[in-house]
């Protein structure tokens, strides 16, 4: 009997052991291939223009943890010629997402830079027929500044609203063998009014989705997404 449950113990160890195996990734699935992240965002589009400018919840010096959590950072403010509106872009981009590197949320690295958040919440935003983006949008304070965000980050195709979506879409993602890439999109202005700036971010991303090349839409939001995009851009037959 003692040996006959030592089998089956050492059976069940054998199992989870295989099982673990198993949901180690191994194949490398990035959905941005060759190039870069900033040469997939137009500078220019509309009545928006831009210039690059540091950051700094974008450090990524040598050594830094930013710098081995992300392999590009593109961090550009946009203006708008008629409205003279300013907004700041951070897109972080991780080639490699794992259990130990993984995208920093904007909730998080907030506090640790002295913001306290005021407003937290889930939002979709619209950009084109019925394609939206599962997003969130924070209202961020420190003494002397106030800042209004919204961002999504895209793990492989999925885009984990909160974290614990992001736990769970990183499990499927280990199921599935692959080693996705990753990108975190924030977009944020400085102001008092968080109901009014949210909805001018909410019109730029829109905006910035629709002039980026359809071939590389995916980048930011997904092949899904940009799928759905691409077929509204598609001429319609009559």
Known sequence: MI?????????VCL??????????????????????????VPATFGDWTSEDVGDPYAV???????????SEQEVRNYRNSRTNADIMMLLAYGQRQSDELQLHRPEVCYPAFGY???????????IGGKAVIPA?????EAEGRRENII????????????????RVDRLQIAMQGI???GLLSRFSVAGDNPDQDWKVIEAFVAELITAIDPTKRKVLIGTER??????????RKP
Do not use: C
């Open 3 to 11: 040996a006959r449950r030592e089998f089956l113990i050492g059976g």
């Open 15 to 40: 199992a989870a052991a295989g099982g673990a195996a198993w949901l180690k990734p191994r194949h490398e699935v990035p959905l941005l291939r060759g190039g870069k992240v900033a040469e997939v």
């Open 60 to 70: 990524n010096g040598e050594q830094t943890l930013a710098s081995k959590l992300y």
């Open 116 to 126: 306290s958040l005021v407003r937290n919440e889930p939002v979709s935003v619209p």
């Open 136 to 140: 969130r949008r924070l209202a961020a």
């Open 151 to 166: 961002y999504w980050t895209r793990m492989g195709e999925f885009l984990p609203q909160g974290k614990g979506q992001q």
């Open 179 to 181: 080693i996705p890439d």
């Open 226 to 235: 940009a799928d759905l995009l691409q077929s509204i851009d598609a001429p």
